[in-house]
């Protein structure tokens, strides 16, 4: 089945306890990017690659790290998390760029206390 | 930076009733894409619209792109409980110095009661 996977979806942490979120596709998209969702602010992007090895700041990307050492993966890196990191966190991958169907995954609900 | 405005915030209506959500941007829009995000998932993509002035339908969802593509709308007819959620637009900032970016509206929480 054709997926985004994320890994954890689930996270209570502490404030500058370095954590690491996992995305993964199988759909050998190119274009991977990730995103915050906080109420009435819609959608952020944090961070985006079009392709292994390129990565790019999107709205938000202060306090967070991204990598994309091979195609499929691209972790969410946060090196000293704080509250206001506190967020619905999701990934997304595309075949090409941004222009074309964004797939989703099912998001992950991080608390930082 | 571009703004995108989403009207109503949110939206309260009857089963059968018909709505119209709206998304305007503070610039022109590269193409606009516009998702439907249900509780406890993921967005889904509904439609991309390229063409100033393009009108796009899926099933009982109308979708308008401006003459200026500056602003769109969706348009319900005869909403349904199943068509409740957060309808989010987006600019694919294609083409430009921000290729790769996807800037996103506030979102418009739909509720359709039976």
């Known amino acids: 089945e054709a997926q985004v996977t994320q890994n954890p979806r689930y996270l209570i942490t502490v404030t500058g306890k370095k954590l690491t979120v996992t995305c993964s596709q199988n759909m050998n998209h190119e274009y991977m990017s990730w995103y915050r969702q906080d109420p009435g602010l819609g959608l952020r992007q944090i961070y985006y690659s079009m392709n292994v090895e390129v990565t790019d700041k999107g709205d938000v990307p202060e306090g967070y790290k991204v990598s994309r050492k091979e195609k499929r993966n691209f972790p969410l890196i946060l090196e000293s998390p704080s509250p206001n990191q506190t967020s619905l966190y999701f990934c997304a991958s595309s075949l090409s760029g941004n222009v074309n169907e964004q797939f989703f995954g099912p998001g992950t609900r991080l608390t930082v206390l | 930076t571009q703004l995108l405005e989403q009207s109503p915030q949110f939206l309260s209506i009857q089963e059968g009733e018909n709505l119209t959500v709206y998304c305007n941007s503070s610039?022109?829009?590269?193409?606009l894409q516009w998702y439907r995000q249900e509780p406890g998932e993921g967005p889904v993509l509904l439609v991309t619209v390229v063409t100033g002035g393009e009108v796009k339908k899926l099933k009982r969802l109308t979708f308008q792109f401006g003459d200026a593509r500056k602003d769109s709308s969706l348009h319900i007819t005869a909403a349904q409980p199943g068509d409740t959620g957060l309808y989010l637009c987006?600019?694919?900032?294609?083409?430009?110095?921000?290729?790769?970016?996807?800037?996103f509206g506030q979102g418009t929480i739909l509720t359709v009661h039976p």
């Open positions: 610039s022109v829009f590269s193409s």
């Open positions: 987006a600019d694919t900032n294609a083409g430009g110095t921000s290729y790769g970016k996807l800037t």
